[in-house]
T-cell receptor, first 112, second 114 residues
Framework: DAKTTQPTSMDCAEGRAANLPCNHSTISGNEYVYWYRQIHSQGPQYIIHGLKNNETNEMASLIITEDRKSSTLILPHATLRDTAVYYCIVRVVVGGNEKLTFGTGTRLTIIP | DAGITQSPRHKVTETGTPVTLRCHQTENHRYMYWYRQDPGHGLRLIHYSYGVKDTDKGEVSDGYSVSRSKTEDFLLTLESATSSQTSVYFC?????????????FGPGTRLTVT
């Protein structure tokens, strides 16, 4: 079962905000929304996570809808180095057996 | 960047030979994980460790064993390599599991079994 749905690909102009949507309509009350990205041939990189409230860090902002059925990752000023596959994941912590399951993600291409 | 290294970065080996991959961290994080990544399957957890000598199986542990004799090192051994174990292997670390923060991944090891 796919717990999240993301567009397959997106383009964004360099310097503009990149907004990546994710649907997670079956999310449970104790599941967090996590975002990772993977630049070609590199290990995945943690970006941000949230439960209910919007979150911001040095990399991105995460906007979660009030019903928690969808979220948007925002890269405020996209650069060419942000070209990557972005994964939206919902997860619960259960004693350390963190089965990180990546779906197909969104391939974001930043256009010069 | 978190201090995680993996060795070797690339390896070609023959079917039936044992192979050991090493993950080394300088962050003193408690949790360490081994994943494999294959086209069409995404990232799959092989084994994980929640402390020295404390390890447990993930979803695709058959054919793999692990050891953690020191906080900084987590070894993954393919007891008798098979072609189905050709993959990219990623090590990850975290200070706490899950919501307190995300995992930090190493650069990966590309293993080819011929």
């Amino acid at each position: 079962d796919a717990k999240t749905t993301q567009p397959t690909s997106m383009d964004c102009a360099e310097g503009r905000a990149a907004n990546l949507p994710c649907n997670h309509s079956t999310i449970s009350g104790n599941e967090y929304v996590y975002w990772y990205r993977q630049i070609h041939s590199q290990g995945p990189q943690y970006i941000i996570h949230g439960l209910k409230n919007n979150e911001t860090n040095e990399m991105a902002s995460l906007i979660i809808t009030e019903d928690r059925k969808s979220s948007t990752l925002i890269l405020p000023h996209a650069t060419l180095r942000d070209t990557a596959v972005y994964y939206c994941i919902v997860r619960v912590v259960v004693g350390g057996n963190e089965k990180l399951t990546f779906g197909t993600g969104t391939r974001l291409t930043i256009i010069p | 960047d978190a201090g995680i290294t993996q060795s070797p970065r690339h390896k070609v080996t023959e079917t039936g030979t044992p192979v050991t991959l090493r993950c080394h961290q300088t962050e003193n994080h408690r949790y360490m994980y081994w994943y494999r990544q294959d086209p069409g399957h995404g990232l799959r957890l092989i084994h994980y460790s929640y402390g020295v000598k404390d390890t447990d199986k993930g979803e695709v542990s058959d054919g793999y064993s692990v050891s953690r004799s020191k906080t900084e090192d987590f070894l993954l051994t393919l007891e008798s390599a098979t072609s189905s174990q050709t993959s990219v292997y990623f090590c990850a670390i975290s200070q706490t599991p899950g919501p307190a923060g995300g995992e930090y991944f190493g650069p990966g090891t590309r293993l080819t079994v011929t």
